[in-house]
């Protein structure tokens, strides 16, 4: 039990259909991240938000689309990725953005792009 | 924010310790070391972080070196399940950190 979860688990899609990824935590935490890990390569941040704010976006395509309805809830939108977006997505939350709380993760989500 | 450097793979007997070395020699006053798993299909788990004392809680313990220039993760007793990937992080700003590349351990039985 990570208190953070995500689904779906595994995803795949064309590079013309948009599809949504879930993210919610359990942990009261205010502050929520996206990750992209691909293969061979160390985690790349994608996204902040902090009380639902975003505060970070590290120079992301457009094709991906962030949403933070609330502290609990982060949703990635995706439309017309390309092959070499496919990756693990993981998301994880943390009590706030500050220098000595550590983030939590969830299992991600495996996406291929076909 | 400091970068660390770790072996890339260590193997371990089951049972025994597990020391696992960082090494952040650029690492500033505030920057706290976080200590980071990964265990294949799943996301990353928190395990450990300090600033310049040495920590333990349930999972390891954390050796910093007086100078603060590197850092050992201690499982004192690994197991099977604790073959994962080991990622040494030292953050200032932890809204934007950098994970590397690790150390994979393997725990043989």
């Known amino acids: 039990e990570t208190g953070v979860t995500q689904t779906p688990r595994h995803l795949v899609m064309g590079m013309t259909n948009k599809k949504s990824l879930k993210c919610e935590q359990h942990l009261g935490h205010n502050a929520m991240y996206w990750y992209k890990q691909s293969a061979k390569k160390p985690l790349e941040l994608m996204f902040v938000y902090n009380f639902k704010e975003q505060t970070e976006n590290n120079s992301v395509p457009s094709r991906f689309s962030p949403e933070c309805p609330n502290s609990s809830h982060l949703f990635l939108h995706l439309h017309t990725l390309q092959p070499e977006d496919s990756a693990l997505y993981l998301c994880?939350?943390?009590?706030?953005?500050?220098?000595?709380?550590?983030?939590?993760f969830g299992d991600g989500t495996r996406l291929s792009i076909l | 924010d400091a970068k660390t450097t770790q072996p890339p793979s260590m193997d371990c007997a089951e049972g025994r310790a597990a020391n696992l070395p960082c090494n952040h020699s650029t690492i500033s006053g505030n920057e706290y070391v976080y200590w980071y798993r990964q265990i294949h299909s799943q996301g990353p788990q928190y395990i450990i972080h300090g600033l310049k004392n040495n920590e333990t809680n349930e999972m390891a313990s954390l050796i910093i070196t007086e100078d603060r220039k590197s850092s050992t993760l201690i499982l004192p007793h690994a197991t099977l399940r604790d073959t994962a990937v080991y990622y040494c992080i030292a953050r200032y700003n932890f809204n934007k950190f950098y994970f590397g590349s690790g150390t994979k351990l393997n725990v043989k039985p």
């Open positions: 994880a939350s943390s009590q706030e953005v500050e220098i000595n709380q550590p983030q939590h």
